[in-house]
């Protein structure tokens, strides 16, 4: 262990800890700084971390240092003070003034430190800047302004060490440097939008983001991406009902700072135009809840199979289960089996393309294969009740289901299935609602609603319960929080569902 | 990622600097770090590293093409376009100047007709600027290939550019005579 | 030894056969290979060097001695660099060496390795010496068929491999880190320290670089002792000088003294002072990165290394640039700050927009759109570079540019007058500032 002194305050710390860390601590604060970032080499080069350590005789960058027993450091005086603002000076000198068209403009770097203390006044003439190449579009997500880059390198450390990938490199030397991909080289790794995220200025920038709302404007959630079952934790950034972004959430266990590409572009099925908004009853469209509600209790009268998904939440696979042991209905699955099912990598993205398989272990749910489900069809009486999932995707499904009628889905989107299905139920996205999925580490990870619902869209354990209490169950729970507390009484998974905390938990795992 | 660019001319190296790069490839610790003298053997037959040369390098070496293009910038002395026949470095540093050099570049200036940093029409005389050479009191110098042309005044100039316009080159000041 | 006769690098300065085997070993060459590989130990070869005072040539002038000492005793994968990349504007020293003397330096190169018992050395010359590079790789392959590379050197059981790497236009691979990943493949950017090379440097291993002028010394000291080497010169500075001389003086080129002679003497009884018509104005002594001293404050000094420290500059490279009353110091410090911003790698963000910065003024200055602010501009940016960067090119350009502000501001604000605009410039209003 080392002893410490950093701002007069006296610390401990294991030994070979970076004084940058040590510092944040001290301060509760990080240092200034661009370049270092903990998942990335050391690079030394934005020079704004630099604190006086007493007994060396320039200052040192905390980043490059480690504690050692005794130093005393001082990161607040004004030796280090005036050092931070001739650099961050140095950073901006060329640096164009873009803010007003620039995105990143209230989640920058160079505007955060400038603020915090810079607050000077240029010296330098406007027309003798450096000019370089803006708005230059390197990959398919990533677009590039070489003058606003403070060439800090995160983003070809990157490339190097997390993807592996190498597309960027610094070309040149000299003020003429410049962050680039070679001639004939993009930047489309399946990861190549953490990039725009490390990037602390507005060099990197999402093509997809580019333009559309000013970041102070946004409202941010909590949620976890539903795109595969890695499960990253995620941050969805919208305003008044429209998602704009989703950004990496810090996770440790999970995805570390980082999500895929793939993932990042969820959101965009939220906002599918084929969205369905309006209950729906063949022969007569669009109709309010309140008259679909007659027909829906003819329908569920006789249940003789149930299909769900494993893109459903944790509390709807769990009412799904109940209504079928409700109904007496013994034919009921947890979706097609391997469907959903692609390429996964050595990094985050998961070969199953679903959030919530593990889901269906845990609730007592099995898949069944498209062949044998559209025999069962075939040999069902009574309603098929479908909930999540596009299992007419399948053309032996399809057919069985258009054959058999009296198709009941919950769905989101205008789909194969919905394109066969009597009664038309319109249910949340996993963005307009609350729920837990079960990523592929058996973490059970809570995500809250970011989005209102639009039209008549419903929350699916709300549909379930009703239908629930419509088959006889007075104990069909009114509200998310009973769901969970039912289901935290049946499943005994060790935890209060209602409590899970930040980094999920694993059922009989280290946590 | 590192996908070769399309539509470019066949690249070739003789079987000397074949040979050649494959012995540099085995004295050298790793792969990676025979990546200048490398480029070097490719400059040395065709005077640039055409798009061509730099996917040779990837697949030879085994290092990104961001890598090559990163030391092909880097370095002044590598170029991945073609040269002209002649290019002329003259120093523009602190004791060429001072002995002169300022008068030696308008002299070349004026004898072939550009400015500094441009080419002539016919691709025979390239002139650029030089930062120090190594040859500080034997100034002003010019590099002309390998070697240096020093103590030079527009005479001088004159002479030189005389004997490359007629297709001698004359013989450099740090070509010594020596014994074999 | 007197100062004239004093020939420990320079032997064969000037001569069209030194670079030959058999010359070089009929003059005493590779007696002091025999003798160390005769059944010397490595540290007793450092305790030796060490001891003579031998100090970096290159520009730093650390210990030679010392930095050998730092690569960790255990350490098997060791490398040496031997520092040919001479860029430093005034400097054309080892360009000497390596041209009439390329064994000199390979055997001073072996022995140097032999005391850090490394396995591979590289002789990292310039790009632009390709006119030698030639010659020097054939020496080398002399030395393989000589039997002193190869394995088991003069039947020692000795290992050492050389090869010769040719630079490709790039100043700052003269700092060590910088030479060390040029080798390694890379761009020549300097690294951040810790770790320091002697602990982990080429391929993370163990490295050793040190400047031609430095090795070329070692095959002398092993002869003569280091007793002998530190006889000459001062206390602190040890041995001889190459001292590499330009300007209008009488008599430019390369001289060897021993460090201590006083510049007066230099001056007058080895250059014969200025040419005929031109008076000495400014001295830069050490290179073009160290601060410049008027004539009459070097005229007191003696060209060592603690007297030019106590007059304000540096020995440095030992490339002396003599300035006569017919230069314009704007004029030169234009040319420098376009040299700094030339060569600066753009790695660290003071020293990539600094150097930029820098000659954008001064050549502002010189345009005639100079203002009287720009003068305090230069320093700002100044301050705003020395002491923060990852190595010492930001200084280098500082030191030149603060000291002929310093020394010759009378020549900036004639500038200044001279041209000032009619009209006010469009500035920001200024707030309180350093």
């Known amino acids: 262990m080392a002893k410490l002194t950093i701002d007069g305050k006296e610390l401990e710390f294991p030994d070979g800890t970076s004084l940058f860390d040590a510092c944040r601590e001290a301060r509760g604060e990080a240092l200034p700084h661009f370049c270092y970032h903990p998942d990335l080499s050391i690079a030394g080069v934005c020079r704004l971390c630099q604190v006086e350590v007493e007994g060396m005789p320039k200052l040192t960058i905390a980043c490059n240092t480690t504690v050692r027993d005794g130093m005393v450091v001082h990161t607040r005086s004004e030796k280090v003070e005036k050092a931070g603002r001739q650099i961050l000076e140095m950073h901006l000198i060329n640096h164009p003034v873009d803010c007003p068209i620039c995105d990143q403009a209230g989640e920058c770097g160079l505007q955060d430190q400038y603020m915090e203390f810079g607050l000077y006044d240029a010296k330098v003439e406007m027309t003798d800047k450096c000019h370089k190449a803006k708005a230059e579009v390197i990959g398919p997500q990533v677009i590039l302004d070489k003058e606003r880059c403070v060439l800090c390198s995160r983003c070809v450390r990157f490339c190097n060490e997390i993807t592996g990938t190498g597309e960027l490199g610094i070309f040149n030397r000299g003020d003429r440097a410049e962050i680039g991909t070679p001639p004939g080289v993009e930047l489309d790794n399946a990861y190549s939008m953490n990039t725009i995220d490390i990037c602390p200025v507005g060099a990197l920038t999402s093509r997809d983001f580019r333009f559309q709302k000013r970041v102070w404007m946004l409202k941010m959630t909590h949620a976890v991406c539903p795109g595969c079952a890695t499960g990253c934790n995620v941050r969805v950034d919208h305003e008044a009902g429209r998602i704009y972004r989703l950004k990496p959430r810090y996770n440790p266990d999970v995805n570390g700072r980082w999500m895929c590409d793939r993932g990042r572009m969820t959101y965009k099925a939220v906002h599918d135009e084929r969205r369905l908004i309006q209950p729906q009853s063949k022969g007569d469209g669009d109709v309010p809840w309140s008259e679909v509600t007659a027909e829906l209790g003819t329908l569920m009268g006789k249940v003789g199979l149930i299909v769900g998904s494993p893109h459903q939440t944790l509390e709807e696979m769990f009412l799904l289960k109940k209504l079928a042991a409700k109904l007496g209905c013994t034919s009921v699955y947890g979706g097609l089996a391997g469907a959903d099912t692609r390429e996964g990598d050595d990094l985050l993205l998961d070969a199953d393309r679903t959030p919530n398989r593990r889901g269906l272990a845990l609730t007592g749910l099995n898949e069944i294969d498209a062949a044998a489900l559209a025999a069962a069809i075939a040999g069902t009486e009574g309603t098929i009740l479908v909930h999540g999932g596009n299992p007419a995707a399948d053309s032996a499904v399809s057919e069985a289901l258009a054959a058999h009628g009296q198709v009941v889905y919950l769905g989101q989107v205008a789909n194969e299935t919905a394109a066969v299905a009597e009664v038309l139920l319109p249910v949340a996205t996993w963005a307009e609602k609350a729920g837990i999925f079960v990523n592929r580490q058996g973490r059970l990870q809570g995500f809250a609603q970011a989005i209102g619902r639009a039209g008549a869209v419903r929350e699916d354990w709300r549909v379930l319960s009703e239908l629930l209490a419509g088959a006889g169950d007075e104990a069909a729970p009114g509200s998310l929080k009973a769901v969970r507390e039912l289901m935290g009484s049946e499943l005994s998974p060790g935890i209060d569902l209602n409590k899970l905390p930040a980094r999920g938990f694993v059922p009989g795992g280290e946590n | ?180 | ?434």
């Open chain 3, 1 to 434: 030894m007197s100062g004239k006769d004093l020939r420990i690098l320079s032997e064969r300065f000037g001569r069209n056969d030194g670079h030959k085997l058999a010359v070089y070993e009929q003059e005493g060459g590779y007696k002091a290979l025999r003798m160390v590989l005769g059944g010397m130990k490595p540290a007793e070869v450092r305790e030796v060097v060490k001891d003579s005072g031998l100090r970096g040539r290159g520009g730093a002038g650390f210990p030679t001695g010392v930095k050998w000492g730092f690569v960790p005793a255990d350490a098997d994968d060791v490398y040496f660099m031997v520092n040919a990349d001479e860029s430093e504007p005034g400097t054309f020293k080892d360009r000497y060496l390596l041209d009439y003397d390329p064994h000199q330096t390979i055997e001073g190169t072996i022995i140097s390795c032999f005391a850090v018992n490394a396995k591979l050395a590289f002789i990292y010359i310039r790009g632009e010496f390709g006119w030698l590079i030639d010659r020097v790789e054939k020496a080398v392959e002399e030395a393989y068929a000589a039997g002193f590379l190869g394995k088991n050197i003069l039947g020692s059981g000795y290992d050492l491999d050389m090869i010769v790497h040719k630079g490709a236009g790039a100043y700052i691979c003269g700092e060590e880190t910088g030479l060390i990943n040029s080798v390694e493949g890379l761009k020549g950017q300097p690294r951040i320290k810790p770790p320091f090379p002697a602990v982990s440097g080429f391929l993370d291993k163990p490295t050793i670089v040190n400047n031609v002028e430095s090795v070329a010394a070692v095959p002398w000291i092993m002869n003569n002792g280091s007793a002998a080497y530190a006889a000459i010169g001062t206390e602190k500075s040890c041995g001889t000088k190459l001292w590499s001389v330009s300007g209008p003086v009488k008599k430019p080129g390369v001289f060897e003294v021993p460090l201590g002679i006083p510049f007066r003497e230099f001056f007058n009884d080895y250059l014969g002072g200025m040419v005929d018509g031109e008076e000495l104005k400014a001295v830069i002594v050490g290179g073009s990165s160290v601060p410049v001293l008027p004539a009459a404050e070097i005229m007191n000094c003696n060209l060592d290394y603690e007297s030019l420290a106590s007059a304000g500059t540096m020995l440095g490279s030992g490339g002396m640039i003599l300035i006569s009353d017919r230069s314009d110091m704007v004029e030169l410090i234009q040319v420098l700050m376009h040299f700094y911003f030339d060569e600066s790698c753009g790695q660290c963000t003071p020293c990539r927009e600094g150097t930029g910065w820098l000659h954008k003024i001064v050549k502002r200055l010189r345009s005639g759109a100079g203002t009287p602010d720009d003068l305090e501009l230069l320093e700002h940016v100044c301050n705003g570079m020395a002491g923060l960067t990852i190595c010492p090119l930001a200084d280098a350009a500082v030191m030149p540019m603060m000291s002929f502000l310093e020394k010759f501001r009378p020549e900036f604000e004639a500038l200044i007058q001279e041209t000032a605009p009619a009209a006010p410039t469009a500035r920001w209003p200024r707030g309180e500032q350093e």
């Open chain 2, 1 to 180: 990622m590192n996908r070769p660019v399309e539509n470019q001319a066949a690249f070739a190296l003789s079987p000397e600097t074949t040979a050649r790069i494959d012995r540099i490839v085995e004295r050298y610790p790793t792969k990676a770090s025979a990546l200048m003298p490398c480029i070097w053997a490719i400059t040395d037959e065709l005077n640039h590293v055409p798009p061509g040369g730099v996917d040779f390098l990837v697949a030879k070496l085994e290092v990104t093409k961001a890598r090559v293009y990163e030391v092909l910038s880097f370095y002044t002395m590598y170029r991945t376009e073609p040269q002209a026949e002649h290019v002329l470095q003259v120093c523009h540093n602190i004791s060429c100047h001072i002995m002169g050099a300022r008068n030696v570049i308008a002299q070349m200036e004026k004898r072939l007709g550009i400015r500094m940093g441009e080419t002539t029409p016919d691709g025979k005389f390239g002139l650029e600027g030089a930062e120090c050479l190594g040859a500080c009191g034997h100034g002003p110098v010019v590099q002309l290939g390998k070697h240096l042309y020093e103590y030079l005044d527009t005479a001088k100039v004159d002479d030189l550019l005389e004997n490359l316009r007629k297709g001698t080159v004359p013989r450099a000041d740090t070509d010594r005579e020596l014994e074999a």
